[in-house]
């Protein structure tokens, strides 16, 4: 079962029940807890006889966490890296040349 984001948000701070989906635990009141917020997903494709697809440069991606790399369409190889440059541009390299043209979804938390 996925959660969605707003599901996400819900937790327990301190023993309170705040509508909780996801419980993380409890917090004293002097605990300082930091949830990440910021979840986006963009699609590149990987050129038919090419190992690797880029998407442009995006700010909103500077210092991103990958947190999953899902083929959508035209995948015969197995995803060997997925990496987010210091610019925000996204790179999806297989472990061999693709057939076809392939699309990715990659889905990360923004910083």
Do not use: H, Y
Not at 43 to 49: C, R, Y
Not at 89 to 103: F, L, Q, R, S
């Amino acid at each position: 079962m996925a959660l969605t984001l707003s599901e996400i948000k819900k937790i327990t701070f301190g023993g309170r029940r705040t509508n909780s989906i996801l419980k993380v635990g409890r917090f004293a009141a002097e605990d300082s807890f930091f949830l990440r917020k910021d979840i986006a997903s963009k699609t590149l494709t990987i050129a038919a006889a090419s190992s690797s697809g880029s998407t442009a440069a995006d700010p909103a991606w500077v210092g991103a966490t990958v947190i999953g790399c899902v083929p959508v369409s035209g995948n015969d190889k197995v995803v060997a890296s997925v990496s987010v440059a210091a610019d925000g541009a996204v790179t999806v390299t297989t472990a061999g040349i693709e057939t076809a043209n392939a699309t990715f979804r990659v889905t990360a938390l923004l910083a």
